[in-house]
C-alpha cells in the first residue's frame, strides 16, 4: 500500500498512526464490530465458506470400512466496499504534536465511519450501488413474533432455542436505544420493582437478556431486536487502511484536510442462524 506521495502539501500518515487513530477507534465504536466476526484481509475479495449440507457420520464395527461422505460446499464472495470520510482542521492543529491533538484528529473521523458501518450493517442498502447489503436486506433469517409491544422475555428464549436447533449460540442481542430502555424498565411482576434484565458482573455498565450480552445501537430499527451468533455474522476488512493530509486544498483560509478511508463488507453465510425479534404493529 502506498502511503506516501512525492507531493510536499501532501502527506501520508505511518501504518501504526493509522491503526491507533482509526482503525482500532472504529472497532472498538462499531457494534457491529463488536459482535460479528471480523476477518482483517488484504485481498480485494474474500471467499466465506458457506456449508449446505454436513457430512454423515454412521455407526460402524471395529475394523469395518468407513464409508465416505461429502460436505456440500459453497462459498460467499465478499468485496469490500469503500467508506471515506473528510476533516477540515486549522493548521495550528495540524501542527501541534501533542497525543491530545492527534486524537481530535482522530477522533471525529473514527466515530463517523463507525456510524456508518452500523448503518450499514443493521439496515439495508437501498437502491445504493456501492453499500454493503445489511441485515435488512438478508432473506432467510429466523423470524421470531415480539407481540405487539415488549412485555417479557420469552421471544428472546425462543430466539435462542431457534438457534440451538442449529446447534449454536445467541453470542449477543441488540436493539434500538428506545426499544433497550423498555426492555431496561420491565420488571419481574407487578408488585416487584426488580428488572428482568440482569446486569453483566463481568461489565457493570453491560446487560443480559436471557443470559446474553445486549448492545445498543441506533442503527437498529425501532421494534427490531437482532440475535446475533457470532461465528454466523462477518465483516470483512481491508487492511489498507488510509490516512492522509493535505494542505493545499484549503490554502486560502490556512487550514488542513485529513482524509480517512476503510474498506468493508459484511456476509451472513447462515441466514437461518440470524434472530430476527420484531414487534408486530
Do not use: C
Not at 493545499?248 to 456476509?267: G, N
Request: net charge negative; charged share 20%; glycine share 6%.
Amino acid at each position: 500500500m502506498t502511503l506516501f506521495t512525492t507531493t510536499d502539501d501532501v502527506k501520508g500518515i505511518s501504518p501504526d498512526a493509522i491503526s491507533t487513530l482509526i482503525t482500532l477507534p472504529v472497532e472498538r465504536q462499531s457494534v457491529a464490530a463488536q459482535v460479528a466476526t471480523v476477518i482483517p484481509t488484504n485481498a480485494t475479495r474474500t471467499h466465506i465458506p458457506l456449508v449446505t449440507a454436513d457430512p454423515s457420520a454412521a455407526w460402524v464395527a471395529e475394523g469395518a470400512e468407513i464409508t465416505a461422505s461429502d460436505p456440500t460446499l459453497d462459498d460467499v464472495i465478499v468485496t469490500p466496499a469503500k467508506i471515506a470520510g473528510l476533516s477540515i482542521i486549522t493548521n495550528e492543529l495540524a501542527a501541534d504534536t501533542s497525543p491530545a491533538a492527534a486524537g481530535i484528529v482522530g477522533d471525529g473521523l473514527s466515530r463517523d465511519i463507525a456510524r456508518k458501518i452500523d448503518a450499514a450493517f443493521f439496515g439495508s442498502k437501498g437502491a445504493s450501488t456501492v453499500q454493503p447489503a445489511g441485515l435488512e436486506d438478508l432473506v432467510g433469517f429466523s423470524a421470531v413474533d415480539g407481540g405487539t409491544a415488549w412485555a417479557n422475555l420469552d421471544p428472546f428464549a425462543e430466539a435462542l432455542s431457534n438457534a440451538e436447533g442449529l446447534g449454536l449460540g445467541v453470542d449477543s442481542f441488540v436493539a434500538n436505544p428506545a426499544d433497550a430502555l423498555i426492555l431496561a424498565t420491565l420488571k419481574e411482576s407487578s408488585t416487584s420493582q426488580r428488572p428482568l434484565l440482569t446486569p453483566d458482573p463481568t461489565q457493570p455498565a453491560k446487560r443480559l437478556l436471557q443470559g446474553v450480552p445486549l448492545f445498543v445501537s441506533s442503527a437498529v430499527t425501532e421494534g427490531t431486536v437482532w440475535g446475533i451468533p457470532k461465528v454466523r455474522a462477518i465483516l470483512v476488512r481491508r487492511n489498507d487502511v488510509d490516512l492522509a493530509v493535505d494542505r493545499s486544498a484549503y490554502f486560502t483560509s490556512d487550514r488542513t484536510a485529513i482524509r480517512a478511508t476503510m474498506r468493508v463488507s459484511f456476509a451472513f453465510p447462515h441466514a437461518a442462524a440470524i434472530q430476527k425479534i420484531s414487534l408486530t404493529a
